[in-house]
């Protein structure tokens, strides 16, 4: 990524993470309109879309940007010395732009209003414990994936997220800009804006202690 430009970077990964909330909220909300109020077959097909377009978003755009689409992973690659601060700035923000450009292109494919504040109701420790486990989860298939096998990172990663929807009781957010931008969408895949605040503190301390604990795991 060293000869591709700043730019084309921060372009990558806004159209990275607007795509990847297009196919989380707008699979939810297909789902629901097919699933005959069906709350399990809604989620599994949540759960298969979101792998099946993260694992092509990847694959689009991994060798532009590294395709973090999700603040934690541009943290993450900070404290690895491996992005100087002042870029990771500018791919969080444009993280977040992208998600909510994503989640309002969606509403308007399925004619409904740009914004509309969630009402689900997603709070309580279990929850944030769960949030805490899919992001360390999450880290480490990136850490050591990416050292020992990068070419399978993108398959490990949507498979993990795939499975991270049914064995987390959040249903795997493990994305704070994924969850800052769920919170502006009513449909099934939303979040109260005020239970944002409790997982993407969970997801920052599960992205810590992955780095800690990989990066002695992983040290020769």
Known sequence: MQ?????RRLVAEFLGTAFLLAVVVGSGIMADKLSGGNVGLVLLANALATGAGLYALILIFGSISGAHFNPVVTISEVLHNRLPVIEAIGYIGIQIVGAVVGVMAVHLMFDLPLISFSEHIRT???LWWSECVATFGLLAVILSTSKYRPEITPAAVAAYITSAYWFTSSTSFANPAVTLARSLTNTFAGIRPTDTV?????????MLIAVVLFRWILQK
């Open 124 to 126: 309580g420790g279990s």
């Open 198 to 206: 409790g997982f993407i503190a969970s997801q920052i301390v599960g």
């Open 3 to 7: 000869n591709i430009t700043y730019s």
